[in-house]
């Protein structure tokens, strides 16, 4: 197995009139080739910043990278200047599927006419540049219908017909997929994708992404607070609390010994069949004042005085485990 992206000792601020919000700090990642990584915490953990910060999508007033690196088959993405990241990795080696699907498409174009744009910037097919003109049109045609099959939508070429209100959310969600995989991406970037659907048509789609994930080799980010659905498709977890991470495990192990305290917690509060979901005590810490050594010091019972002032360093526990802490739970308890 070998890394497809490293990202190291990632520092990003966002500023603001209340002062600077360090919303990743001293982040690392490692995702795989082809292995789903699911990448949980709570709402403003920094999750979806080093997802935008992977894609080089991040806001660009007030935001700054201040340290760290982004590797990504070798090469630094933070080195490389907004022309390389849009002609040869945004949208190409790596794809995104947003949270809304609406969103991404123009509301004023039927679906085939954005796939067919979409077509002549990114798909590997033109690259050859020998057919004409009509038979590259016919050989993408084909191949968009075939993708649209691949994600299980009803009667493609009518959808391509369609606007995108005239189609449902959860097809909108398979079109995306369909678009994310049109240039033979090493990594997909799917950001909360099934927050905006339905209970059974998000069961649907992590099904249908997974299997794609597997069946194309691709490698997949996946963003969210939801430690069950990352129990369904991911490979390995690694959690994030307070703009870092805190544990990274292959999903077995996460599961049956979690060895953060924080990592714990979460897990505790999973529903529990009818009860609801149960809270995690005491509040996410303000990013621009955040607490020193770990951050979860405040709302940690193990917490002692070198907790307060030392950020504890990645350690391993168990083979490919490794967590950021320095009373680390055994056996998950
Ligand atoms: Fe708790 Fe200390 Fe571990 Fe942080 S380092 S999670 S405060 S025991």
């Known amino acids: 197995e070998s890394d497809l992206i490293a990202v190291r000792g990632l520092r990003v601020s966002f500023g603001s009139d209340a002062g600077v919000a360090r919303v990743l700090d001293g982040v690392d990642l490692t995702i795989r080739r082809g292995e789903i990584m699911g990448l949980v915490g709570e709402s403003g953990c920094g999750k979806t910043t080093l997802a935008r ?16 690196e982004i590797r990504f088959e ?27 699907p609406f969103t991404a498409f123009n509301p004023v174009f039927t679906i085939g006419t954005q796939i067919d744009d979409l077509m002549r910037f990114k798909s590997p097919l033109l690259r050859g540049g020998a057919l004409s003109g009509r038979d590259r049109r016919r050989q993408d045609r084909a191949r968009v219908l075939e993708l649209l099959r691949m994600v299980q939508l009803p009667d493609p070429e009518g959808v391509l017909r369609k606007y995108p209100h005239e189609v449902s959310g959860g097809q909108r969600q398979r079109l995306m997929i ?10 997909v ?31 997949v980010l996946f963003t969210t607070h939801d430690l069950g659905t990352a129990y369904e498709i991911c490979d390995r977890i690694t959690v994030m609390y307070a ?16 060895s953060h305290p924080y990592t714990r917690k979460l897990l505790d509060s999973l529903p529990s069949s009818e ?8 509040e996410i810490p303000r990013l621009i004042d955040p ?17 307060r002032t030392t950020r504890p360093p990645p350690e391993a526990v168990a083979a490919g485990h490794t967590v950021r802490c320095h009373h680390p739970l055994e056996g998950g308890a």
């Open 53 to 68: 910060s992977i894609l080089g999508i991040l806001p660009p007033h007030a935001t700054r990278i201040e340290a760290g």
């Open 189 to 219: 970037i799917a950001d909360e994708p099934t927050t905006a659907l339905d209970v059974t048509v998000q069961a649907q789609i992590l099904t249908l992404l997974k299997r794609l994930a597997r069946e194309h080799g691709v490698a």
């Open 275 to 282: 009860n609801g979901i149960r809270g995690i005590a005491g």
């Open 243 to 258: 703009g870092q991470e805190v544990e990274e495990a292959p999903v077995a192990s996460f599961f049956d010994a979690p």
């Open 74 to 100: 070798g090469r630094d993405l933070l080195g490389l200047g907004e022309k390389t990241l849009a002609s040869e990795i945004r949208g190409r080696a790596i794809a995104y599927i947003p949270q809304d």
């Open 291 to 307: 607490p020193s050594g770990c951050r979860f010091h405040p709302r940690c019972e193990r917490a002692t005085e070198e907790c």
């Open 178 to 187: 369909a678009m994310a995989l049109l240039p033979e991406p090493q990594l």
